[in-house]
């Protein structure tokens, strides 16, 4: 064999094998972007916390009462990989998400999650009970694998339109290690299926749907939405949801059921929100009183609209009085 069929051999080899490392690469499974890029070597269990932070001091405005007053549904939790999605901000609510924000009725969501588990795309799936006040617990046991390391959930606000808390995608995995606590800080999120803006407005369906945004202390920007605190740069958290990791063992001693809290959680301060008085337009003046030429004064009025709380601004008069002018007489009197 002479020198150069020697080289034109070793060059042609090394080709192959550049093409074969290039075809395999393709071939292998993608990617760590699918959520399966937790190397933990086993599964871990949590004990998953809801806790309601949505008191009257707190949210003083519109704060319902009675029929129905403040209070939590269930919560769903789902455990998946990227290739599932249970709710995202700026994307369309589905058909599940829209009967859970709207009614709080799990029965479409959990029925999407089992044919994603069939591919493999959910791991598992947990509720607790509703919580039947504005500021309570709601917990439940979670285990989470490897394969299915990101945690998405969901809390409807009983009263809503279609507003709901919740966390999207959240990984408890970190390379190889589960995270040990976790403490998420949750906001108000509108679903986009109906227009309604306070509490406890009836059902107007939004047509066409738009997107899931959060609501904040400026948006929707009206003053007669629920949420809006013109004098908030944010909302404060309306809730929060801990994770816990637990010893296995211990877990299995203990077995965790709703509102039973891990001695750990303590009773949260509420912040005071102050809420400044809203009054209605002046109405328009009266006719005059008394004699038109001297004297005589005209009336006009308005009415509450909000009442303060929490040392917000008080009210501005309500009644105002003025001279007469020849508009508010009437002739020959
Ligand atoms: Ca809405």
């Not at 009462?65 to 369309?92: C, D, Y």
């Not at 005059?288 to 004297?295: E, K, N, V, Y």
Request: proline residues 9%.
């Amino acid at each position: 064999m002479s020198p150069e069929r020697l080289g034109c051999g070793w060059l042609w080899r090394l080709i192959m094998a550049v093409l074969l490392r290039v075809s395999l690469g393709h071939a292998a499974p993608p990617s760590p972007t699918d959520g399966t890029d937790c190397s933990a070597r086993g599964p871990a269990s949590y004990i998953l916390v809801f806790t309601g932070l949505w008191s009257p001091q707190t949210f003083p405005k519109q704060y319902p009462m009675f029929r129905p007053p403040a209070q939590w549904s269930k919560l769903i939790a789902v455990t998946h990989n990227s290739r599932f999605q249970l709710w995202r901000e700026g994307a369309a609510a589905g058909g599940g998400v829209q009967s859970f924000a709207e009614l709080g009725l799990t029965v479409e969501v959990v029925k999407e999650a089992k044919e994603a588990r069939k591919r493999r795309a959910v791991g598992a799936m947990y509720r607790t009970a509703g919580i039947p006040n504005g500021i309570s617990h709601s917990s439940t046991e979670l285990l989470m694998q490897p394969r299915t390391p990101l945690l998405s959930l969901m809390v409807k606000v009983i009263p809503s339109p279609d507003w709901f808390v919740g966390v999207d995608s959240f990984s408890l995995c970190e390379g190889g290690q589960w995270k040990q606590e976790v403490t998420l800080d949750l906001q108000p999120f509108d679903a986009g299926t109906d227009s309604g803006f306070t509490f406890s407005s009836p059902n107007y369906p939004t047509v066409p749907v738009e997107n899931v945004t959060r609501i904040t202390s400026q948006m929707p920007h009206h003053p007669a939405n629920s949420f809006f605190y013109p004098r908030l740069k944010e909302l404060p958290p309306i809730a929060t949801v801990k994770a816990i990791r637990q010893d296995r063992s211990s877990a299995r001693q203990v077995p965790m059921s709703n509102h039973i809290l891990p001695n750990s959680i303590s009773p949260q301060r509420f912040s005071e929100t102050p809420l400044d008085c809203e009054v209605a337009l002046w109405s328009s003046w009266g006719l005059c009183l008394g004699s038109c030429s001297r004297g005589g004064v005209r009336h006009r009025s308005r009415y509450i609209l909000l009442r303060p709380a929490n040392a917000g601004t008080p009210c501005p008069e309500l009644e105002e009085q003025a001279e007469c002018t020849h508009h508010n007489c009437l002739r020959r009197q």
